[in-house]
């Protein structure tokens, strides 16, 4: 018996079996045992709700289910919720980038420089700590009514979180990983990018969600209190509705954040995923 | 100087090598005066009971570490396996290895076809596109063989390299491991640390006992046998006893 045909059979017996592919009864059938607690969680949300209103709780004020989804419907059929919507998440998106490529930055040194992590690296946790409405007074006079104040007050709330996310996914990058780069020869700048960066990944994609809500967080309490003129925005549908006490708009408004919220939620889940497939920890 | 021309010689040479880690009555003396000399292409195995320093030694041979004092000369580039492979979990096999040549600036367009050959040397042909954790242990330790060849190095240090695999996978990377060494044929050196005497024996040209706490060298023992070797064979247990009395009388040195 050759060594070669032996060390093969091995190889051979040792790997799983290549799984087969779905049919599509069996994807459908998956989909809908991933859906249906959803549905149903919808529907005793709604029959609650349906339950309250009919209770006679605070009618004047508390609107039910059906007033309130209409009332969604009708704001949706005019272009201001469309509008408003995109403009605050546009608002989101560029605040949250920015946020990313500074906590990014900022996480990676003081990571990697000592010196560095021992001057600034509480500083970075008691600023995630503050809350963001503190930073408004301060974007105001800095900025004024603007665009670029709402940027800076994501920023202030969003950058920490992410370098702290970076600070931790480098912190628990498994000693092994960083002795096999040194030994091949990995320093500096290549070691950052091809080992560094990947193998913090899992843990600063957890941390990009919780980001992201830092960013939600703070845009929504901006937008309430900087109104931009000319710039229509969640808030600022918040803040009318809020002055003409039209209970349907402001819960239809917070059912539209809520939708906005899960579809991210879902977008960072699948990340998530793809990340722990790769990596097989699934 | 006589010396001189000895370690020009060598392939890696150790002269009065200690190591201590910490400082004051807590400090710990791994090596003590360790003196070892490894010709250019001998494959030599170090053999010794915990405590003996063994993954110490490889560290301060592979340049991770620098030791309190002595000498050590190494000539030409360091390659360095573990026990576990050590693979970068978001890479494929193939990207693994080629990221050990892209670490010593070979060409983009030289790396793929070069890492598919080392993969091919180690029988992994077709296995480029796989994840390290879609391959079995003893696949995982063979591209981490592949990335360690792909630094194009002299010295090749092996720590325990075969000890979380099961005892037939393990013979079988015996033999791969002599096969690859002839392919390289250009006298690759290897330094081997292990603690399963007759792995020790049935590899190395020269099998080196170290004592426990401090490490220093206790006893050399030059393997007669010749090659291909079978684990299995009465030469290689033969050795692999005698070997084995001296190293438990070692041991029983710390239980009195």
């Not at chain 1, 950052?192 to 830092?214: D, E, N, R």
């Amino acid at each position: 018996m050759a060594a070669d045909t032996t060390l093969a059979g091995l190889d051979a017996l040792e790997l799983a079996p290549a799984p087969g592919g779905m049919s599509a009864s069996e994807r459908a059938r998956r989909a809908w045992a991933v859906a249906w607690p959803k549905l149903a969680a919808v529907a005793l949300v709604w029959l609650t709700w349906e339950l309250i209103h009919l209770t006679g709780w605070k009618k004047y004020v508390l609107p039910g289910p059906g007033v309130t989804v209409s009332n969604l419907w009708e704001q949706a059929k005019t272009g201001l919720l469309w509008h408003a919507t995109g403009d605050t998440v546009l608002r989101a998106l560029t605040g949250y980038a920015a946020a990313l490529v500074i906590g990014t930055v900022v996480g990676l040194l003081v990571a990697r420089v000592p010196p560095l992590r021992a001057a600034v690296g509480s500083l970075i946790t008691g600023l995630q700590t503050l809350p963001s409405a503190a930073w408004i007074p301060f974007a105001i006079i800095l900025f004024g009514l603007t665009y670029a104040a709402i940027v800076f007050i994501i920023v202030m709330a969003a950058a920490p979180s992410i370098a702290n996310a970076v600070i931790s996914g480098v912190d628990y990058i498994p000693p092994l990983l960083l002795k096999s780069g040194k030994v091949i020869g990995l320093r500096g700048p290549s070691l950052t990018w091809h080992l560094i960066m990947p193998a913090a990944l899992p843990t600063f994609v957890a941390g990009l969600k919780q980001a992201w809500s830092f960013t939600w967080h703070a845009l929504l309490t901006a937008e309430l209190l900087v109104l931009v003129a000319g710039e229509p925005s969640i808030g600022q549908l918040f803040s009318a509705d809020q002055d003409q006490t039209d209970m349907p708009a402001t819960i239809a408004i917070m059912m539209v954040i809520l939708v906005l919220g899960i579809a991210v939620d879902a977008a960072f889940g699948a990340a998530n995923a793809a990340i722990r497939k790769r990596w097989g920890l699934t | 100087m006589s010396t001189t021309a000895v370690t020009q010689a060598a392939a890696v040479s150790l002269a009065g090598v200690s190591k201590v880690y910490g400082r004051g009555g807590s400090a710990v003396r791994a090596l003590d005066q360790l003196s070892l000399t490894v010709a250019p292409g001998e494959f030599t195995c170090l053999i010794g009971a915990s405590g003996c320093g063994k993954s110490t030694l490889l560290s301060l041979v592979a340049g991770l570490d620098t030791p309190t004092s002595g000498d050590i000369a190494v000539r030409g580039r360091v390659a360095l396996m573990f026990q576990e492979p050590g693979l970068f979990p978001w890479l494929t096999a193939g990207a693994n290895v080629e990221l050990a040549l892209r670490a010593r600036k070979v060409p983009r367009a030289e790396r793929k076809a070069r890492a598919a050959e080392l993969l091919d040397a180690v029988r992994l042909r077709g296995f480029a596109a796989k994840r390290p954790h879609e391959l079995s242990g003893g696949m995982r330790q063979r591209v981490a063989l592949a990335r360690a060849l792909a630094q194009d190095a002299d010295v090749l240090l092996m720590d325990e390299p075969f000890g979380a695999l099961d005892a037939m996978t393990r013979d079988l990377l015996h033999d791969e491991l002599d096969r690859v060494r002839e392919r390289v044929g250009r006298g690759l050196t290897v330094l081997f640390v292990t603690h399963n005497v007759r792995e020790a024996v049935r590899l190395g040209d020269r099998v080196v006992l170290l004592s426990s706490r401090p490490g220093r060298v206790i006893e050399e023992y030059p393997v007669p046998a010749g090659r291909p070797r079978r684990i299995d064979s009465a030469a290689v247990a033969e050795l692999a006893s005698v070997i084995t009395d001296r190293l438990r009388a070692e041991v029983s040195r710390h239980g009195s």
